[in-house]
């Protein structure tokens, strides 16, 4: 990812955002890492969108060079790389739980979520909160 | 766009929501149809993000069988077509202003619109009002 300068297609703020979330495959990427602890490049595979491997490595590049999550060595295996989201990447979470609420009422047959969802609409700090608790966690 | 059963790489809103939305465009459209007001084809194409001819053709024709916009002949000049923004469509106001919110947040440079994030932020029912009572008064 060049610098927003360099790519913004506009100032709206609507449309640099899309500038680097635009696409079908970074924000699932952002879910994995923040609602399934997805670590590892094969995690990330494994979801069932079934992502290729050059579109996963071209994502997870720009999701670095954008810092939205943080590449390094496993501490527990330093021949592994391990991927960790940023506040940036955290401050996604309720434009993720708006694509729940729009895709869950919109497309049949899409998995509802919904004890997700009303969790985040009765309390999104708590919300917040728990997710923040998750990731200390691991 | 098929049926959301014909495209849908997963059960998961999330997916399915990007499946129909995940491009660098489909919103743009989205928010020029919604808080602009745009209603003719040549009205996006004004738009500074300078959409292809192609690119909008293929989006307003996904968008028109996603149900998300009508589109018709306008009634003042039988020879113009004109595009409406559905109820799906403005369901897609809060998802928009998450946009709004983080890009303005992180990308530097983009407009802030700070005023309309503030009236979302404070009362989103009454500022869904303002929106749809703007539509009704073209």
């Known amino acids: 990812m060049t610098t927003s300068s360099q790519i913004s297609r506009s ?14 495959w970074t924000l699932l990427i952002v ?14 595979q494994n979801s069932p969108e079934k992502i290729s491997t050059n579109i996963l490595s071209n994502r997870l590049k720009k999701l670095e060079e954008g810092h939205i999550l ?3 060595r496993d501490p527990a295996n330093a021949r592994k790389v391990i991927y960790m989201p940023t506040e940036k990447c955290l401050d996604l979470v ?19 979520h919904k004890n997700l969802s009303q969790r985040f609409e009765q309390d999104p700090v708590e919300f917040m909160a728990e997710i923040r608790q998750s990731l200390y966690r691991e």
């Open 11 to 24: 100032f709206c703020p609507v449309s640099c955002a899309l500038d680097i979330l635009g696409d079908k």
């Open 31 to 44: 879910r994995d890492l923040v609602f399934s602890g997805k670590r590892y490049f094969g995690d990330f």
């Open 70 to 72: 943080l590449r390094h």
């Open 94 to 112: 309720p434009l993720i739980m708006e694509l729940v609420r729009w895709g869950a009422k919109y497309v049949p047959g899409s998995n509802v």
